[in-house]
């Protein structure tokens, strides 16, 4: 009987139900997930290099049996674990420092590719970035006893696993059924962009992906399923574009430049260049024929929220509401005492709604929101809680957007009547990802920092200075200053050889005495998490150990020393949010990246030489692809899984002006041509396809 798309696989030859039971684990359920499951990588015999010419100073790949393994721990109380590879040439060493947890995994008689730079430590040494086991002792990686295709000089796809299946069980699939599997493939794309993009007919993307005759072809598959996902993406934001916007139907502005021009006349600095650009495209889109709903994005401390302030202005100038939501009680806090000291001089105060307020503070609050007492309000989650109201809402604005989900968002923007939307980011992206993952929005961007701050000096330290910073820190504190330690665990783990939060903090509470060292962490309850930040905020507490739960929410400008622990462990984009704690005062900051690897890695020199939030994302795009950068938008599974934004861009634009024509001219996708892309955004996207079903 022939294949369907939506065939489970566990009725597939030789799956079974336990297979199944781990496939679903992949996210694959059906013969359209398992052609879709691509591999992660190709191996291509042409690139392997005989251990013996693997020269010191080269990135080399290695394929060989496992002699021996073992662990070997250095004066540093490192522990490296190594294994001895054999091939056809002879033998080499590989090692791994820091992972001694390997020991499990990596076994004597194992075929096992590793890559990686080779290096002289008492001998030739690989140290892998990467190793897959592609046969175990107890076999062999070929067919019917023949040698395997790393051998035999073929490609060979290496594909995601998962615990009780591996990349050659789920190899062996393709080889059974890849045959019968294609025949069941559709091809929706119209041919006029198949042929525009150079694209392959799909039933030959996918042939050209698992059984790839060279990685070029396998990459002109790739770009094939890219495509098909961006498109879907792009509909998906074209259509709430075309909602979100639309024709004005609540608040109608006019710059009256009443308020807004009393806020520039008392502001205490110069606005950049960059905050009025910024001023003028949001005030452009208030009084225009469409609803403002813009993305403003900048590092911290390029003045998003004096620009999202003006916007309230105008809002407030016109007899509407402003609101402003952050995700965190501290950050509502610090937004109130920033906002209520540039508003002193109009004869104005910004109401402040929290949840730790008593409750008879809250009922009195909700009051004055309610009756329309309070045109600017600032507070956290408790804005959207059902009673909360507002009398003539018109404007929304929510900092550090993408920590809220996408039904927050709206249920902050359903207590008016279509009010406009600013949202602001922290967090700079680069252009072909924020046209992926935000084309439904304007996008502004702040690059300038207000005259005056200083950028951050970073520094990376090995392990030998350990002292020496702690002495630093010491110096910083003595002057009157405050400093951040930030470990990447909270805890000690056998699997992980990593200095933890929670044990450092013990330790440097001894060390460091009499100084006052605090903790925080992701595990800890939000009440005593923010206790004690206050206490660090007012001075109490001059170290705060911590994890990345710092990276927003907390502004203490008197802070001018971070030191990240193992910072090969951090994205370098998060690397860029944890400096920005410091650097908020006018002293002198220092980010410190104390790295106990043998050889500090090049992209941690490379960060430490700029401080351009934006380089720094473009450097962050190309070192980790898509994975976690697209994944965190809360928007309900718009991650790209085929997508390379470095390589993509054509792609990413050819498919924006795609859906905008067809959203243009079918916003609902009900026409008979586009029903095959409306049931595909169906099955793939859990929220997409709401957005069909509205207006």
């Known amino acids: 009987m022939a294949l369907r798309l939506d065939t489970p696989v566990q009725f597939l030859k030789g799956v079974g139900p336990r297979r199944a ?27 392997v290099t005989p251990s013996t010419k693997a020269r010191v100073g080269t990135e080399v790949t290695v394929v060989g049996r496992v002699v021996s393994t073992g662990v070997l721990s250095t004066r540093r109380r490192l522990r490296v674990f190594r294994a001895i590879l054999k091939d056809a040439s002879g033998v080499i060493e590989c090692a791994w420092p820091g992972q001694a947890f390997l020991e499990r995994t990596i076994r004597a008689g194992q075929l096992l590719l590793v890559t990686g730079p080779v290096k002289f430590y008492h001998g030739r040494q690989l140290v892998p970035r990467e190793q897959i086991v592609l046969a175990d002792a107890d076999e062999q990686d070929g067919q019917d006893g023949q040698d395997g295709p790393v051998e035999r000089g073929v490609v060979l796809p290496i594909y995601p696993a998962t615990d009780g299946l591996s990349h050659r069980q789920i190899r062996r699939m393709f080889a059974d059924h890849l045959d ?146 952050a995700p965190t009680e501290l950050l509502a806090e610090q937004h109130a005492r920033t906002i209520g000291e540039l508003l002193a001089p109009l004869g104005m105060e910004p109401a402040l709604l929290v949840g730790r307020l008593r409750d008879a503070e809250k009922a009195a609050l909700r009051r004055q929101i309610a009756e329309g007492e309070a045109p600017v309000v600032i507070g956290t989650h408790a804005l959207i809680e059902d009673t909360t ?21 709206a249920a902050l923007i359903g207590k008016g009547e279509a009010p406009d939307v600013l949202l602001l980011s922290a967090t700079p992206i680069p252009r072909t990802l924020a046209l992926t993952l935000y084309g439904d929005l304007d996008i502004s961007a702040l690059r300038e920092r207000p005259k005056g701050r200083a950028p951050v000096k970073t520094g990376v330290r090995t392990a030998s200075a350990r002292n020496a910073v702690y002495d630093f820190i010491r110096a910083e504190c003595a002057r009157g200053h405050q400093a951040y330690i930030v470990y990447p665990v909270i805890a000690e783990s056998e699997r992980v050889d990593l200095r933890a939060a929670t044990t450092m903090a013990k330790t440097l509470g001894d060390a460091m005495a009499p100084l006052e060292v605090g903790l925080v962490h992701g595990q800890m309850k939000a009440e005593t998490r923010d206790l004690v930040m206050r206490r660090f905020r007012d001075g109490e507490i001059n170290i705060l150990v911590a994890t990345t739960v710092i990276e927003v929410g907390i502004d203490v400008a008197n802070a001018t020393v971070m030191v990240i622990e193992h910072p090969e462990r951090f994205g370098l984009a998060q690397l860029h949010q944890l400096r920005g704690r410091v650097g908020r005062g006018e002293g002198e900051s220092h980010c410190i990246l104390l790295c106990e690897l043998a050889a500090v890695p090049d992209r941690l020199r490379r960060f430490a030489r700029t401080t351009d939030g934006f380089k720094i994302a473009e450097l962050d795009l190309q070192e980790r692809g898509m994975g976690e950068l697209a994944g965190s938008r809360q928007s309900g599974g718009l991650a790209l899984r085929f997508t390379n934004l470095e390589r993509d861009g054509d792609l990413v634009i050819g498919a924006r002006r795609a859906a905008r024509a067809v959203i243009e001219q079918d916003p609902n996708l009900t026409k008979r041509q586009h029903e095959p892309l409306r049931r595909r955004i169906g099955r793939r996207y859990q929220r997409g396809i709401e957005l069909f079903r509205i207006g």
């Open 21 to 47: 039971e781990a496939l679903a684990r992949l996210d694959v359920r059906t013969v359209e997930d398992l052609c879709y499951h691509i591999p992660h990588r190709y191996l291509d015999a042409t690139s």
């Open 389 to 409: 109201g507002f009398k003539r809402l018109g404007l929304v604005v929510i900092d550090e957007q993408h920590r809220f989900g996408v039904e927050q968002r």
């Open 180 to 325: 019968a599997m294609l025949p069941a493939v559709d091809d929706i794309l119209p041919v006029a962009l198949r042929r525009q993009f150079k694209l392959l007919p799909l039933r030959d993307a996918f042939l050209a992906l698992h059984r790839p005759p060279s990685p070029d072809v396998a990459e002109e598959g790739r770009r094939r399923l890219a495509f098909d996902e961006l498109l879907d993406v792009q509909l998906i934001v074209a259509r709430a574009r075309h909602l979100a916007k639309g024709a004005r139907k609540g608040p109608r502005f006019e710059n009256q430049k009443r308020l807004t021009t009393q806020l520039k006349a008392a502001l205490p600095f110069e606005l950049t260049n960059g905050q009025k650009r910024a001023i003028r495209d949001v005030f452009a889109d208030m009084v225009g024929p469409e609803r403002l709903h813009r993305l403003l994005m900048g590092d911290v401390g390029t003045g998003k929220t004096v620009v999202a302030l003006f916007a309230m202005l105008l809002a407030a100038e016109n007899g509407y509401q402003a609101v402003f939501m």
